[in-house]
């Protein structure tokens, strides 16, 4: 593209529509968590498309999962505790199965059902008043213009709750078989 | 596009890994170029169509490294079974800075067949992410883009995203392109002409609702293509 779309401004788009997010439940810690409060909390990983998520036992949503460190987090690496647990957490819920020449078998873990205990610092988005959020995450001002993002995730930022993991415990997982490609 | 390695914390390999981790990259670099380039010889083959629509417009997208589109690609490990990822984020002027994440975990993409599938995913990600933004712009009035212009709900997005995986599969020569565990077949070269259509929305649906958050919407795809 010889002028990418990029160079284009935006700040004259109209107002916004605000995207719903979901409300806790009462017996969830998300619920009375404050953003940016140390959490340690027991759930489940939840595989999406594009991110790592976390269901939290008491919880409906899922929250997205970071490391230490990593780029777009304001959490230094050195709070990461890289333990046995923490390998283990990580190995099984990114491990897949190399796909042969022949059939290609993508995001076929190597383990399912993967339980943890996490600890970590929770992120949460929020929209200021007087803005709405779009569909894709950003926010508009009343006279539409974009103003920011609020949540997490990949290609949107569906998710309200993030959570940056300082360290986990209690790992376990159950060992999934080779993928075998069914005939629809 | 621009190529570049982003490595991260958690999985940043030590210091004397980095001729290893240079020489990964550097395949991965070679592997994705070689894979865009077979796909886009493969599409301009193709007849037209909405897949052949669908394609042109991801790769196009992603354009060719050192054109400047801006649009960035970068390869890092990616948490949970992503094998790649889309931000598209905008500065204080608006002015977009769009990247595409690739994992160059062997398992994930481990051939050139692979990142061109994934990248395509990606790259209709981005085409459509960019739409909905220019369809906005050019409206001035987001309520009346809203009636007239639908937005993508989070399944049609990952939809579309399939869609254009299958039929990149489909022009690659893949003989099947499945997920789930081999359960939610995509694209399988076995399939007769006639079938194809449904079997593709059939096995895309089944994967796409069986992700957390991505409840089923019809149609399927709103949008013309």
């Known amino acids: 593209m010889n002028k990418p779309a990029w160079t284009l401004f935006l700040s004259l788009i ?29 759930g489940k990983a939840v595989q999406q498309p594009h991110d790592l998520g976390f ?24 709070r990461l505790r890289r333990d046995e647990h923490l390998k283990r957490f990580q190995k099984f819920t ?44 950003f926010l508009h ?15 949107t930022r569906m998710f309200k709750y993030r959570l940056v993991i300082l360290s986990a415990s209690d790992v376990k997982a159950r060992k999934l078989p080779k993928p075998r490609v069914a005939n629809p | 596009m621009a190529i570049r390695s982003k490595p991260n914390a958690m999985h940043a390999p030590p210091a004397s890994d980095d001729k290893k981790c240079n020489k990964q990259f550097n395949q991965r670099a070679r592997d994705l170029k070689n894979g865009l380039s077979d796909l886009q010889k493969k599409v301009d083959k193709m007849k037209d169509g909405p897949e052949k629509q669908r394609l042109e417009a991801s790769l196009t997208m992603l354009g060719t490294e ?7 690609v970068a390869f890092s490990t990616l948490d949970g079974s992503a094998a790649g990822r889309t931000d598209l984020n905008l500065n204080a002027s608006g002015q977009a800075s769009p990247l595409i994440t690739l994992d160059p975990d062997s398992g994930k993409n481990g051939s050139s067949t692979t990142l061109a599938i994934n990248a395509a995913h990606e790259g209709t990600h981005l085409v459509d992410q960019t739409t909905e933004l ?19 709900s989070d399944f049609s997005l990952e939809y579309r995203g399939y869609q254009t ?9 893949v003989p099947s392109l499945a997920y789930d565990g081999g359960s939610s077949v995509i694209w399988n070269s076995s399939w007769a002409a006639a079938d194809r259509q449904t079997l593709i929305d059939k096995g ?18 709103p949008w013309p293509n």
């Open chain 1, 14 to 42: 109209g107002s916004a529509t605000a995207v719903a997010q979901n409300q806790p439940d009462a017996a969830c810690i998300l619920s009375t968590a404050k953003n940016g409060q140390t959490i340690t909390a027991h």
């Open chain 2, 134 to 152: 220019l369809h906005a712009y050019n409206e001035l009035s987001w309520p009346n883009w809203i009636a007239r212009s639908p937005t993508l």
């Open chain 2, 165 to 173: 995986s299958a039929w990149a599969a489909q022009a690659l020569g």
């Open chain 2, 204 to 221: 895309i649906t089944q994967h796409v609702t069986s992700i957390p958050g991505h409840p089923e919407t019809t149609p399927h795809n």
């Open chain 1, 141 to 155: 001002d009343a006279s539409g213009k974009i103003v920011g993002t609020s949540g997490f995730g990949h290609p």
């Open chain 1, 55 to 78: 269901r939290v036992v008491g919880c409906d949503d899922v929250v997205i999962l970071t490391y230490a460190g990593d780029q777009d987090t304001d959490v230094p690496a050195d």
């Open chain 1, 94 to 137: 990114s491990a897949v199965y190399k796909s042969t020449t022949k059939d290609i078998c993508e995001q076929c873990m190597q383990y399912g059902d993967v339980e943890a205990t996490l600890t970590g610092k929770l992120e949460i988005a929020t929209i200021p008043p007087d803005t709405t959020k779009d569909q894709m995450g």
């Open chain 2, 66 to 72: 050192g054109d400047h589109n801006g649009v960035g």
